[in-house]
């Protein structure tokens, strides 16, 4: 909990000391399993169960409620997972896509280099020289076993088109949801008559055959990306919406219920740069394992575009009528995680509190990402009345959000369920609910209940919806 001292004095604590607290109540109930379980389960890989999938449905929702429906100069795309490979070969996604690789030359394990002990932090230019783990005198974490010297891995699944599988044939599963954006610019661009600067924004999934996957959902071979590239004229105008994004994309999260001392960004040193970037910024969070991305801003400059057109021979050039020029947009992206965003929202929504000598666990997670609205639970199940009425409000709250019934337990029981899994709201109906038409409406966060007529329950759910995601 968040009373763990952290060891850098200027550092914050995570909502969470342990992260089996969050993997644990995920599965118990139904959050995210690990996928393929009865078959003791494939590595990097994770199911999102009957909360998980309406958890994540609905950050992807208020990511694109923000990013497209709100805005006038962003459209979004689905673009295919499968694309064709030259697309590869153009983004430089086939010559230089990979993560330094070290193995053990007795365990034949194999190793990020940047994540074995002793070689955090380490630059760039560190992580391509030959020579750095007889350097750094590093070995196999596992049995102390020597180590190779490093070589680049290629982070992409390759698979075959067709029924023939010979090199032609060869195709990749995306790594990223940005090159649908960019070869589809021109499409985009002249249905939609956008005119610079605009946006494309894209929520789906990509494939990366991560060499040390982990920490839960944080890290999947296979996982969803919220990504979105703002064209812009060159130079001057790329770095001004850098400058507006970077803010706007950290202040989603907080509007959505991150805690904003666990929040900050981390600019990437020249070294780090990918090799389209000329400016990236992380938008990082304190996770229980440490400070790491949640999301990259990056100006992208005129590569993309310009390349595509290089390799493809079909200009992506925006005419500008105000000066009757023909330019190259610039992109400046924004990258996020449907998965990373999913975990940040639950960590951080994460309390234990004692509650009359008991504790009370529950998720704070703002009402809009909440799988459930509202539960609508009897006091006493064995009068039908009190049933019959539980279930008439219920079907008159499903037909607007996400609203559930519950009678398996006693009511103390039912709340601290619900708690558990961020149920802003409760519906109570008791006997006196069949004299005088009321119900109890319990508040998940201050505990507090209130006595409301039952034809005004939908509405004051509903308002209550809309006032926090105005907030
Ligand atoms: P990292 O440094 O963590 O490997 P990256 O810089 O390669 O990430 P980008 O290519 O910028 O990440 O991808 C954009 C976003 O997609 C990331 O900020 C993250 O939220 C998400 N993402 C990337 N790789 C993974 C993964 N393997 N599992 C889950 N989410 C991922």
Redesign the pocket.
Known sequence: MTDTPPADPDDVAPAVAELDTIVSLSKRRGFIFPSSEIYGGINAVWDYGPLGVELKNNVKRAWWRSMVQERDDIVGLDAGILMHPQVWVTSGHVGSFSDPLVECQTDHRRFRLDELPGAEGLSATDLQDPGIVERLGLKCPVDGGPLSAPRRFNLMFKTFMGPVEEDASVIYLRP?TAQGSYVNFKNVQQSSRKKLPFGIAQIGKSF?N?IS?GNF?????E?E?M?MQYFVRPEAEAAAAFEDWLPARRAWYERFGVTPSRLRLREHAPDELAHYAKKAVDVEYRFPFGW?????VHNRGDFDLSRHSEASGETLEYFDQATNEHVIPWVVET???A???AFTFLIDAYREEEVRGETRVSLALHPDLAPYKVAVLPLLKKRPEIVTLCHAIKTDLQRHTMAVYDDTAAIGKLYRRQDEIGTPWCITVDVDSLDDDAVTVRDRDTMNQERIPVEGVTRLILDRLDAARAR
């Open positions: 990223e990366r991560e996957p959902v944080f890290r999947m071979r996982f990306q990504e790491k991305e949640l999301e990259g990258a996020a995680g998965d990373r965003a």
